[in-house]
């Protein structure tokens, strides 16, 4: 009786320890299918990627008295800009604080010289990275990542 009960326990030991084996086998032949086939890639690729919110938000026209030149003579600088952000709270943040924006552009605007505005660094306007950095400054975080400058006229 004994023996059978043992015969019986080592019976089911390995027909589970099969099971378990045959298991294993389809699952690996699964995932490996899944990967060469490329949908999961798809897959992966699909959960990596986090939706990217593009958002221009165009300001009104800014008229500014430029900082005097060594010659005495006064410019004027009519501008208007867009700012760029990837943020998906970008247009709604950028217009509940457009008085600290357009207070922040007019303080770097006011400081330039007719020569000044048009100053390049590495093949970009010196006077865009310095308004970035002033708006996000006022804004408290570094929401806006570009400004374009959609018309300017000096005199």
């Known amino acids: 009786m004994k023996i059978e009960a043992k015969k019986e326990k080592k019976g089911t030991k390995h027909l589970l320890l099969i099971v378990i084996i045959l298991a294993a086998v389809v699952i690996g032949a699964v995932v490996t299918f899944g990967f060469t086939s490329g949908k999961a890639a798809e897959i992966v690729k699909g959960l990596s990627e986090k939706e990217v919110v593009e958002t221009t938000v165009p300001l009104e026209e800014f008229l ?42 007019i303080n770097v605007l006011r400081t ?14 010196v006077l865009k990275k310095e308004l970035i950095s002033q ?10 990542s570009d400004v374009f400058i959609t018309n300017i006229v000096m005199q």
């Open 64 to 105: 500014i008295n430029l900082a005097p030149e060594k010659s005495g003579k006064e410019n004027y600088l009519k501008i208007e800009l867009s700012l760029y952000s990837t943020d998906k709270e970008a247009e709604e943040k950028i217009n509940a604080n457009i008085p600290q924006i357009r207070d922040a552009v």
């Open 112 to 125: 330039k010289t007719a020569d000044s505005v048009f100053q390049e660094e590495e093949n970009s306007l």
């Open 135 to 144: 708006i996000n400054e006022r804004l408290g975080i570094p929401m806006v």
